[in-house]
């Protein structure tokens, strides 16, 4: 097993990259009395996709809000591109696991909002708009409202969104975990392809192993109360991932370290529970 494990106090680096995209320092949370998660130590390279995977209320969406600049950390710091996270900042687009639309905007106003935020002027947005929901296939439907067209459709329209912007950070809080089964991976393989297309540096944090490991470069496992870094997994399966990925043995391999990992940990809570 290659799957590298390293201590928690260890700052885990992206690759030899002299300034990662994001670089998380001793970053610690806590809400009022709850601590969320303490001493993450963690560098992400620019085109690095980095799973974060966790027990529910581990604090992954807190920590997605951290970098995204909508939370400041209680403790330690976060840099992106080398400076410091004060805010949210241009650049930065976050893709919402229940989609986070605008009911009153159509597909075409939704995907048009942070580039109006932006300042972009009409004809740009009008270009750009039309571009990002060709990409993701919602062509036809620029004029229908969220609650016109299905949950899988909506999420395109969320990555839409996202794309728009051309982050160089994109942060998947969850992103298919609402839709159906055959929508999530219908929608996994064509992010996989949209990324291909233009590789940036994503956060993707989600409760599927299988999709940790089919999108990920490296694996973040969260654990503990308050959660902190267990363990990173390198996922050294190739690029482009494709169906095929999921029938590699390095593929079942990965996917049953990270299972032993969590269930442990599972099992550990519910122990405690029952004692
Ligand atoms: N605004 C808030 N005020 C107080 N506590 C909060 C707030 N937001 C989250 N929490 C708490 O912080 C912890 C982490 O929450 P968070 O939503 O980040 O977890 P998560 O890992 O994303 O969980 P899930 O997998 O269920 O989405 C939870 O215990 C939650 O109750
Ligand atoms: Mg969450």
New binding site residues.
């Given amino acids: 097993m290659r799957a590298a494990t390293e201590t928690k106090s260890e700052r885990i680096s992206a690759s030899a990259e002299a300034q990662p995209r994001i670089r998380i320092s001793r970053a610690g949370m806590r ?2 009395a ?1 601590q ?1 998660f303490r001493d993450i130590d963690l560098d992400i390279g620019n085109r690095e996709v980095v799973a974060i995977i ?1 027990p ?8 997605l809000r951290c970098i995204d600049g909508l939370l400041p950390l209680t403790s330690g710091e976060l840099r992106l591109e080398g400076e410091p996270v004060r805010g949210p900042r241009e650049g930065v687009a976050m893709v919402f696991q229940h989609f986070g639309l605008f009911p009153w905007k159509t597909v075409a106003q939704n995907v048009a909002y942070g580039l109006k935020l932006a300042g972009r002027g009409a004809d740009a947005i009008a270009a750009k708009v039309a571009e990002c929901i060709e990409l993701v296939g919602l062509a036809g439907f620029e004029h229908y409202y969220p609650w016109q067209i299905s949950g899988g459709m909506q999420q395109r329209c969320g990555l839409a969104r996202a794309l728009a912007v051309e982050p160089r950070v994109l942060l998947m809080d ?1 992103p298919f975990g609402a839709v159906d089964a055959q929508t999530r991976e219908i929608l996994q393989f064509e992010l996989l392809k949209i990324w291909e297309m233009r590789p940036t540096t994503m956060v993707f ?1 989600t ?1 599927s192993i299988e999709e940790a490991v089919l999108m990920g470069d490296r694996i973040v496992v969260l654990k503990g109360r308050p959660s902190t870094v267990h363990e990173v997994v390198e996922v050294d399966l190739p690029r482009p991932r494709e169906r095929r990925t999921l029938t590699l043995p390095r593929f079942a391999q990965l996917r049953e370290h990270v299972w032993s990992t969590l269930m442990a940990e599972a099992l550990r809570a519910e122990y405690e529970v029952r004692k």
């Fill in positions: 809400y009022d709850a969320v966790g529910s209320g581990c604090g992954k969406t807190t920590l969850e944090v409760h």
